[in-house]
């Protein structure tokens, strides 16, 4: 529930800043980019890792044409963005304050 605007400012449940406007039991704008910062750090890593894996095993099992190169591409890239938006969405849920 969001604050009344003649309300006091709320705190941010986090670092305790008061900010008017916030719902009671959220995070302040700050605390609110920084754990996306490092959720969006993590998920890079795990999808990078994720995009070499599917390259190498999809490249070692074509063989060498053009059009299976064009796939090998096409498949590491969906690997990695839906990896990435994946492990973000997990990663903002179940990191720790």
């Known amino acids: 529930m969001p ?6 400012e709320v705190p941010c449940i986090r670092c305790g800043e008061r900010v008017a406007g916030l719902p009671w039991g959220a995070r ?10 490092r959720a969006r750090r993590i ?3 795990i ?8 390259a190498a095993v999809l490249g070692l099992g074509q ?4 059009s299976s190169r064009v796939w090998v591409a096409v ?3 969906a690997t990695y963005l839906l990896t990435h938006l994946i492990v973000m969405r997990v990663a903002l849920e179940f990191l720790p304050d």
């Open 63 to 66: 063989p060498v044409a053009t």
């Open 75 to 77: 498949g590491t890239l």
């Open 3 to 8: 604050s009344l605007p003649g309300s006091p």
């Open 47 to 54: 999808s990078l890792v994720a995009c070499l894996i599917t």
């Open 28 to 37: 302040c704008r700050a605390c609110d980019v920084e754990r996306t910062r």
């Open 43 to 45: 998920s890079r890593r």
